[in-house]
């Protein structure tokens, strides 16, 4: 993943299964069976979202589902009382090829009220063009979009690598505000603002955040995020 300005950067869900028990039969002495418990009720709450990269999935964090900022983010909305439940769809290394082979699968799986896409960075780092990004980001969008009722869209910024060159960057950088106004969606101007190229934020690998860098990407998500989650 991309750790931020100037810092040369590198570069799963399991489905289980449960097979009813046979119906308990009653003791041989007459004594009543107690009656089993209520089976656990569905969360009926409208989902956000997240479809990202490993910054998304928490790489490297001792418990990401407790310290990735998604979490993080679950826990302020249950703070002020909004009653949504985070999904955490994040797959390390993914490219914004692989989140559009991904969206419809995720659409019809969530009743999904805000889909946050984080993506790009892998790409950034593979020099892949900027125009080509922005048709992917467009076309999870288009897919988005012809839910009904159709989610709210959250958009998060990325940023290129200095040594691909200014044009390159600044290409890069303007796909996310240019995708953010042409489909109306809220933009966080950069995921990693204050912790990308922070040592002290970011793991030994120098391109995942520490659990303390996760808090800082979940107030740029939340101060975006929160005005959404307050309209609904």
């Not at 409208?46 to 979490?71: C, H, K, M, R, W």
């Not at 826990?75 to 290394?93: E, H, M, N, Q, W």
């Not at 990004?133 to 969008?141: E, K």
């Not at 600044?170 to 204050?194: M, Q």
Request: aromatic share 6%.
């Amino acid at each position: 993943m991309i750790a931020g300005w100037g810092k040369l950067l590198m570069t799963a869900a399991l489905l289980a299964g449960c097979r009813a028990e046979p119906d308990a039969q009653p003791p041989v002495d007459g004594t009543p069976t107690p009656a089993p418990p209520p089976a656990p009720r569905a969360d009926r709450r409208p989902a956000i979202v997240f479809l990202g990269t490993s910054l998304t999935a928490g790489y490297g964090l001792d418990d990401p589902e407790s310290q990735a900022y998604p979490a993080l983010v679950q826990a302020r909305l249950d703070s002020a009382g909004r009653l949504f439940r985070v999904v955490a769809a994040g797959v390390s290394g993914e490219t914004s090829a692989g989140a559009l082979s991904r969206i419809d699968w995720l659409l019809t799986r969530e009743r999904v009220a805000i889909l946050v896409l984080e993506t790009g960075a892998n790409d950034g780092l593979r020099g892949q063009d900027p125009d080509t990004v922005r048709g992917r980001i467009q076309a999870i969008f288009d897919r988005a979009r012809r839910e009904e009722p159709p989610p709210r869209l959250v958009l998060a910024g990325m940023e290129a690598l200095p040594n691909l060159g200014q044009d390159y960057v600044r290409r890069f950088r303007a796909v996310f505000p240019d995708a953010a106004r042409a489909n109306d969606a809220a933009l966080i101007p950069f995921l990693l603002a204050g912790v990308g190229g922070v040592d002290s934020l970011n793991q030994r690998d120098g391109i995942h955040p520490t659990a303390a860098g996760h808090r800082i990407l979940a107030e740029n998500v939340w101060q975006v995020l929160e005005p959404l989650t307050r309209a609904r």
